[in-house]
């Protein structure tokens, strides 16, 4: 659909772990399905962290791998397209004012790249409920050393990285109250759940999801990716299907959260992002991006250009 629509791809993944590859080449093979996807934010995932050196340190090796495949990209070989233009890394905030060298480690090791910071933050009680293969403690959004270490960003010009579920929401919202020189990007339209506790309870998630939501909108250095509703926490079960679903069933299943984020946002404060390969276990990478055009397809060129590309090239400052 829509073939040469620009796409700035918002957020994904690199990593090499056992049992399951997905580097530069299988990311270029998926953007090359048949969308003019011209650029894109790798965000963190624990992927080729040092394996010697102060624990603080190794998360730089992350970001001076990504930055490589950004110079491979760029090298213009594979194309127009532009993987990793823009790069968000880890630095453990809870090591407060501390985190200043690991944040100007990483600076010199992603080149001008360097974005902003993730931590693992998404976490909930019920053990059925994870998304993480190393859960954070609980109340870290709360916490005052990570908050220490969120103020720090602001002094180098980072932004946040939010990944967090819809019951964590009201510290997202004082997070952000409490630092509003700290630009934060909320993930995954803010983490709906669908299973443990709230499994059969959609309305219900729907009805307080929204609510905080619409409260977030409010804070103007709050902005939103619209994807992650692949991954199995949100309670769709598209993979225990005997075929995997068409964009249409894709579109009528997320139409609700992402038309309430882009009508509480407006589409400046929105980018679509394919959280690749995490989703990829539910649906293709050209099949999700025909979602998002099925969602979008009643806005306005303008607003189409700000929601598939133009607020993630300015709030990641792609160049």
Known sequence: MDPGLPIVDAHHHLWDRPGERYLFPEYLADVRSGHNVVASVFAQCRSMYRDSGPEEMRPVGEVEFVNGVAAQSASGLYGHFRACAAIVGFAD?????????????????????????????????????????????????????????????????????????????????????????????????????????????????????????????????????????????????FHEQPQPPG??????????????????????????????????????????WNAFKRIADKFTAAEKTALFSGTATRVYRLS
């Open 93 to 237: 905030l809870t090591l407060g004012a501390n985190v200043a060298p690991v944040l100007e480690a990483e600076r010199r090791a992603g080149g001008d790249r360097l974005r902003g910071i993730r931590n693992t933050t998404a976490w909930h009680e019920d053990p059925a409920i994870r998304s993480n293969p190393k859960p954070p403690p609980p109340g870290l959004l709360s916490s005052d050393a990570f908050r220490q270490g969120v103020r720090c960003l602001a002094r180098e010009g980072l932004s946040l990285d939010v990944w967090a579920y819809h019951s964590q929401l009201k510290e997202v919202i004082d997070l952000a109250r409490g630092n509003p020189d700290v630009l934060l990007i909320l993930d995954h339209v803010g983490g709906p759940l669908g299973l443990g506790r709230y499994a059969g309870q959609r309305d219900a998630v729907f009805a307080d999801w929204k609510a905080n939501i619409t409260e977030l909108a409010v804070l103007p250095n709050v902005t939103v990716k619209l994807g992650g509703l692949g991954m199995k926490t949100t309670g769709f079960i």
């Open 247 to 288: 964009s249409r069933e894709l579109a009528g299943a997320w139409r609700p959260y992402i038309q309430t984020c882009i009508d509480r946002f407006g589409p400046n404060r929105c980018m679509f992002e394919s959280n690749f390969p995490v989703d990829k276990g539910m649906f293709s990478y050209l099949i999700l």
